[in-house]
């Protein structure tokens, strides 16, 4: 076993930065630990002192739910951070439900305390060395990774510690609201944050990591590293990128349930992805609209294939149960259009009149009305959108993406072309290349500003816009193009929950093939997959158009 440890960890030296601690030294650490749960004994330091370390975290799973797990610092105490980690995580672990029989002395439950224990998967993750932080705390988020990087916080005498494998197993990340709800528990609230750093009162550091961690006891443990399970190999030409389609198409199709014969849209939010638990919201009446015009979207573009089947049934599915809600928006009016248009469907004059009364009202609504009467053969009403689309300064412009950039491949006019030409060239400038700082991950996502929050449905919606100004574009533009349009491609794909990924969780049949929020936030949106479907049909169409040539 330490031959094989030893193994991954030189495998795994190329993800370790120069402050994150040494592959074999976790290699070490874990072995002692898996040693130590199995005999459900930590010993004493002076008698196996283990490897010298600042910190670590110790979590233990049954059948892939946390029911233990303790964290320490050797800035808390003297004890070493391994052997109270160890210790504590065992602990919870006997006082679970599912272990607390087996926690007495007795001597009779030892040995089935020890093989209760011994059939538990262990996850060790070990920390670097402190890194304090300055600059104005709103800011401190620059100098951190959210997924990779750990935080503790100061406040006087006392300690937090946000290992990024904790973090991982209740779906949070190191962002500038961890900071700030942390700092709020000791009473700190964001206008006083500074002052309290300055003062010397609070100090925030960053703490490097690497975690090595079990899928199930007896398994080889492996490096993970959150959001990098997905980096794989990018995506080279239009084929990939319609299985990319299609197998979007079908997470978001199980987003659907069918109860007592009508069909209800859940998605699942508040994720934590060690125990298995969920809050299941219903669909809005908007999302809803979004999503069947994107799976309507998807059968017409691939009416042959066997999961355009299944994306036209849900698609009326969905489209029933929109035009039944009496809460319908403009924004869901303009969603159903074109959800019926995609499917071929008679539109109802009284759902026309609705969008047609949307030209007049706040963006995206007057653009997505816009878009949908122009492909209903409108053209007075979309005229006058186009006109004021005109109007608008770039900035103010991409409020209007992606539906105005998707109207502009119904034949706008020059000049609308070149405000929209304005729109992609700042689209491509915030397009993400390998050497961003949050690493391959975030590579082709189109990030509009510098925070982690940017890369969430924000950077769905722009990627989107981008994709649809790439189609747009005349043969002799998307030549140079195509490699923005694979990297854009390449990111959906990254986003998008994988077998490895998904068998961190108790049920990985619930999350396999979703759009994760972010590289550091599992959790998926049924706006934000339908967002996926329609561009990557979108980038599909680009690729394809272009090929022709």
Known sequence: MTHTLSII????????????????????????????????????????????IDGASVILRFDGKLIGADAAHRAQG??????????????????????????????????LRRTALANLAVEVEIAGPLQPLNGPTELLHQDIHPAH?????????????????????????????????????????????????????????????????????????????RGREEVGLPLTNQAEV???????????????????????????????????TWTEIEASTQDLALTAWALAAHARAFPNDVQATVSRTHAKAAIDAVSVRTDRDAAADASLMLAMLASNMTLPPDLVAQVQAAIDGAEPARS????ALRRHGDVDAPAHATDRWLELNAVQLLETLPWSSLALK???????????????????????SDAHRWGPEASGAVLLKDDPSAIGLTALRAGWALAALIAAEDPQERVWLRDRALRLATHLKRRTISDATAEHWASPDRIRGCIRRAPWDERSTIAGQAMAVLTALELHDALQESSQQ
Not at 204 to 209: F, L, T
Not at 258 to 273: N, Y
Not at 368 to 371: F, I, K, R, S, V
């Open 9 to 52: 960890a030189l495998l795994c030296s190329a993800l370790a930065a120069d402050t994150t601690p040494s592959p074999d030294t976790a290699a070490e650490a874990w072995s002692l630990a898996r040693q130590w749960v199995n005999a459900g004994v930590v010993p004493s330091p002076e008698t196996t002192p283990g490897p010298a």
């Open 78 to 111: 003297d004890e070493t951070p391994l052997h109270a980690a160890v210790r504590g995580a065992i602990i919870k672990a006997l006082s679970d439900h599912r272990l607390s029989s087996l926690a007495s002395h007795d001597e009779g439950m030892l040995d």
């Open 149 to 225: 990087d750990g935080v503790v916080i100061r406040h006087e005498d006392q300690w937090t510690l946000h290992f990024p494998s904790r973090l991982y197993a209740t779906g949070r990340a190191a962002t500038s609201k961890l900071l700030f709800d942390t700092l709020l528990v000791y009473g700190v609230a964001d206008v006083r944050a500074d002052g309290s750093r300055r003062d010397g009162e609070t100090t925030v550091y960053r703490m490097p990591a690497i975690a090595l961690t079990q899928h199930a006891a007896g398994t080889v443990p492996s490096v993970r590293q």
């Open 242 to 276: 319609a299985a990319l389609a299609h197998r979007l198409a079908g997470s978001l199709a199980q987003f659907g349930r069918l109860p007592d014969d009508a069909m209800q849209w859940w998605f699942i939010d508040g994720w934590s992805p060690s125990r298995d």
């Open 368 to 371: 997505m009305a816009a878009l």
């Open 410 to 432: 119904e034949k706008t006019s020059d000049s609308m072309q070149a405000r929209l030409s304005q729109s992609r060239e700042l689209l491509l400038a915030a397009q993400a």
